[in-house]
Each structure stands twice: as C-alpha cells, then as structure tokens.
C-alpha cells in the first residue's frame, strides 16, 4: 500500500476512533439474578450520549426466553455545567425452562454489552396453596447464618391477581437490627399455584447489631383491589384487601476469636488506599504535602468503618481537614466509604517518612481475615527557597572568604592604567546616581510614609480590640502590623514565634495557627491573645538562643488550602 494511502486511512481512524469509543459505552444488567420459573425478568440495556436509539437484535433470545415486550427512556443530567444524557431500552423476559440461561452480548447503539447469567429454579411448592389468595406477601432472608455486624437482604415481595387503587405495605421493624431500603422497588411478573400474578419486591439490608437468634415479625400490607369483571368496579368501588408476611428468622454468630483484637469489619471487600503527594518524590520545608486517604467496604454502612488518621510524624506536622463519608447502595450491597484529607508540613530538611498503615478485616465470602495495607512512602525534604532575611542565621566569616579568594594573577597586575582610570570613572558616576536617588527619596516619599505610618499604640489597640472579636484574620494581621513596629523585617507569625521569647506568647501564636489552618476550636483564644500581649512583645535577645534556630521558612504557608 503506498504511504499517500497509508496516511488517508490513519486520519478517518482518528476522526472516527472517538465515535466509536462514545458508541461503545453501552451496559447490560438484569434486575434479578434468580428468578423461579413462570416469573418475568427485566433486561434493562442502556447508553450514554443520548440521541436515537433503537431496540436491538433479540432473536438470539429465543432459545432460552420468551420476549414479552420493550419500553425505552431517556434521562438527562447536568452536573457541574456538564450535561449528560442515558437512553434506557427495558425488555420484558420470562424464562422457558430452569437453570443457567445465558443472555448472549447484544448490538446496541453502536456498541456491544456483555453476557449476562440468570439462574431459573423450580417454583416453591409450598407457595402453590397461594395461588387460590388475591393478594399474598413472601418474605425470604439470605443469608440466615452469618455474624453479627454483617449485612443480610432481606427480600419482601407482594403479589396480587387483580389491580390495586390504593395501599400501604409496612417497612420491617426490628430491635437490634439496622434495617436500610436497597435501591427502588422492582415490578414484574410471577406464577403461583398456575395463576399469574403482579409483583412488587422491595429490598432491605439488615445489619444485626447483636449476637443471638432474631425473629423478623410479618410485614403487613393494606389496600383496595378493583376488579375488571366486577360491573361496580367502573363506579371506583373497590374491595379492601390485607395480608401479612411470613415471619423469617437469622442467626447472628459473635466474632471469631482470631479477629477480637481488632476493629469487627464483617465485609465481601475492603480498599484501602492513599493518594496524592508529589510526582518527583521530592518536599521542602515549609510547603505542604497533600494526601488522601479512603477506606471503602462492601457490605458495610461508613458509620461502621474506622475513622481515618495519620500517626505523629518525625519531622513534620499532620492538619487533617474534614472528612468526607457516605453510604451508597450497589444493587444488593452497601458500599461505605470514608474519606480523610491530611496537609503535612515538612518542618525541617532530611527524609520525611509516612508508616505503613494496616486494616484488619473479615471476608465473609472466604470466611477469613485479611489485611489490607498501605505500604510506607519516604519523601526527600529539601530545604526551603529564599528563607525569609532574619529568620535563618547566618554569620559572616571574613577570614574564609579572604582564604577562599583567590590572589590576582601576575597579568592583572600589570594591566594598564587606562582601564583602572575608566573603572574609577564608571564607579564614580554610579555613586553620584545613587546619591541623587537617595536624597529624592528621602526628601519625598519617606516624609509621607512617615506620616502615614500608625504609632505602636494605636497598633497594640487595634490588635487587642481584634482579639477580642472571632476574626482569626483580623487578629493575625493586626498582630503582625503591631509587631512589625519593632521588627520591620517580620514577614508571617512563624517569624514572630521565632523571635518571642515567651513561651506562653509562643503557645498563644501556635493556637492562633491551628484555628487558622487546621479549623481546630481554640476556646477562649482571644481572652487568651490579649492577656499574653497586653505588656508588649518578649523579644528574645539578638545572638541569644536564637542563633540554633534553623533556617526555616514559615510553617504555615499561605497558600496551605484546607
């Protein structure tokens, strides 16, 4: 194939590659998995994109399924400013015979779902005396055996021969035993006793909360049912109609002996896992690590999953923000998750080393504990660029740099002395700028800024009177503009700590910073803040203790976003 050739066909694949992987984007699901046969399942088959969609190719459901009809809808979402739309086709089937029945990958808007697997059993025998009731209610629970703390379904379905006007089915109620509605109610299509029926299954996980046999009462449901053959039925006149559930039983076992030292996490899954931090491997100091860390279980509500820390950490500080938790129902499970963000300032140069962080658990499914983990992560600190003048200290030595300068060469020597007469006339003329811009600025802008400058006392009441309020950024700022009245160079409160040599003055900044960077409540903190600084600041002495100090920049960045 020639190369003209070859490149025509790269660009209508590139032009064309998007359209097909948006028309792949096709699912299949079944809104049972187990069905008894003579009941009806629904296959819902559903895109993404929107537009026109048309019913597929269902003959290969012949063999297995008799196809009983098809209805589509179509939902539009927006969220975020992002519109998305679903188009969802639903067809009605009714299994021909018991066992595994296949539904085969099906051409659908352009895409191809995948197969699907349905388990078809023999009707109850013991329901067939049903088939002579109007209205009747079944109640199942699975699994009956298990431990405490870990999720059941518990499954109500109510049948009825004839149309209903109106009714109330009741929720299960049970002391010691969390109940939670899974999803919407299904309706489809059943046999009993060779009649067929109308039925609506709603579905409930039950969490027991306690060790021990626990017996579900009935469930009772009241209504009224209008039949077609009945002459009074085009008046609204119906019959009322009741029935009741059958009461259903669970056994909670208590906990495993292997797992009683550690948190009770009954779960079918469990991830842990950390995100986040730098991609080069590297920190300074001062700039902040931000991670995540989620802990999600299958099979558990969040309120039953652990909360989320960091260990103290050698070499830096650990500001958790607020965490975020939810429970959301994956068909018949719920899925618990719990998020936990960390800010970690590195305080110091070196390496900085986040532990492994473990989480035992019980796999109902294997019946065994198992653990999960996340592996310890080490970062390189780096130390911080451009530390704040006055903050670090640094001492001249003279003598090291005379020894470090190297001594003028016999050519410099002897240059001539026409390049020595140039230099000094540039060097002059430099000298006799800078005067000029010295004595303009003296003479216009430092009497204006002198002017506009407050006094230390009117400074100190500001701050005391911000103090006294619930601004935290009103009392950070007015503190340093008072503070800088001693010690212009001061850049941020970390530089203030620094200098102080208070320590009650120190504890009263350090407060300051955690309600303004961790969020953390610091009762009293203003009649705290004014009764520290009331007399003044406690500067530390120059050359005193400060000179260990390392040259840090402020631990407390700005742009640290909680």
Not at 56 to 84: K, Q
């Amino acid at each position: 194939m020639k190369p003209r050739h070859l490149a025509i066909l790269a660009c209508l694949f590139a032009l064309l590659w998007p359209l097909a992987a948006a028309a792949a984007d096709v699912q299949a699901t079944l809104d049972r998995t187990r069905v008894e046969l003579g009941e009806t399942v629904t296959l819902n088959l559903r895109s993404q994109g929107g537009g026109m969609v048309q019913t597929p190719d269902l003959s290969a459901l012949a063999r297995d399924f008799a196809v009983l009809g098809s209805s589509s809808n179509t939902s539009i979402s927006i969220i975020n400013g992002r519109r998305s739309a679903q188009v969802t086709v639903g067809v009605a089937l009714r299994p021909l015979h018991t066992g595994t029945l296949h539904v085969p990958p099906l051409s659908f808007a352009g895409g191809t779902t995948a197969p699907l697997e349905l388990q078809v059993v023999d009707p109850d025998p013991n329901a067939a005396a049903a088939g002579r009731k109007d209205v009747f209610l079944e109640a199942v629970v699975d699994p009956a055996d298990g431990y405490v703390g870990q999720q059941r379904i518990y499954t109500l379905r109510l049948f009825f021969a004839a149309d209903l006007t109106n009714g109330a089915l009741e929720d299960p109620q049970l002391a010691g035993v969390d109940v939670r509605r899974l999803g919407n109610e299904i309706n489809y299509q059943a046999e009993r006793g060779g009649r067929r029926y109308n039925v609506i299954e709603r579905r409930y996980a039950l969490t027991p909360q306690r060790e021990g046999r626990l017996d579900i009462p009935p469930v009772a449901f009241q209504g009224d049912m209008v039949s077609m053959a009945d002459p009074n039925a085009f008046f609204g006149s119906g019959t009322p109609v009741s029935a009741s559930s059958p009461g259903v039983s669970i056994n909670a076992k208590a906990a495993p002996a292997q797992a009683a030292r550690t948190t009770w996490l009954p779960a079918r899954d469990l991830n842990l896992a950390l995100d986040g931090g730098p991609s080069h491997g590297d920190l300074r100091v001062g700039q902040p690590l931000n991670l995540v860390m989620s802990v999600q279980a299958t099979g558990l509500p969040y309120e039953a999953l652990p909360a989320l820390s960091l260990p103290t950490l050698d070499g830096a500080t650990v500001y958790p923000d607020k965490p975020v938790n939810a429970t959301h129902v994956d068909g018949q499970w719920l899925v618990g998750r719990r998020q936990q963000g960390f800010a970690i300032v590195p305080n110091r140069p070196g390496t900085l080393t986040i532990p492994e962080t473990t989480l035992t658990w019980w796999n109902v499914v294997t019946d065994q504990p198992e653990v999960a983990r996340i592996p310890a992560q080490t970062f390189t600190v780096l130390p911080a660029v451009g530390a704040a003048p006055g903050q670090a200290p640094t001492v001249a030595q003279p003598s090291t740099t005379q020894e470090a300068t190297p001594a003028p060469s016999p050519a410099a020597a002897s240059a001539t002395p026409w390049r020595w007469i140039a230099l000094g006339s540039i060097g002059l003329w430099l000298v006799s700028v800078a005067a000029w811009w010295w004595w303009r600025s003296r003479r216009v802008v430092a009497p204006a800024a002198s002017a506009a400058a407050p006094s230390p006392s009117k400074l100190r009441a500001a701050f005391l009177a911000a103090a006294r309020g619930g601004d935290v950024g009103a009392q950070v700022n007015t503190l340093l503009a008072w503070a800088r009245a001693d010690r212009p160079a001061l850049q941020n409160l970390g530089e203030l700590s620094h200098a102080l040599a208070s320590d009650a003055q120190r504890e009263a900044i350090a407060a300051l910073q955690r309600k303004r960077y961790a969020g953390t409540e610091e009762g009293g903190l203003g009649d705290r803040l004014a009764a520290v600084f009331r007399d003044g600041f406690a500067w530390r002495e120059e050359g005193g203790a400060a000179s260990d100090a390392t040259p840090l920049p402020p631990l407390y960045p700005f742009n640290l976003r909680r």
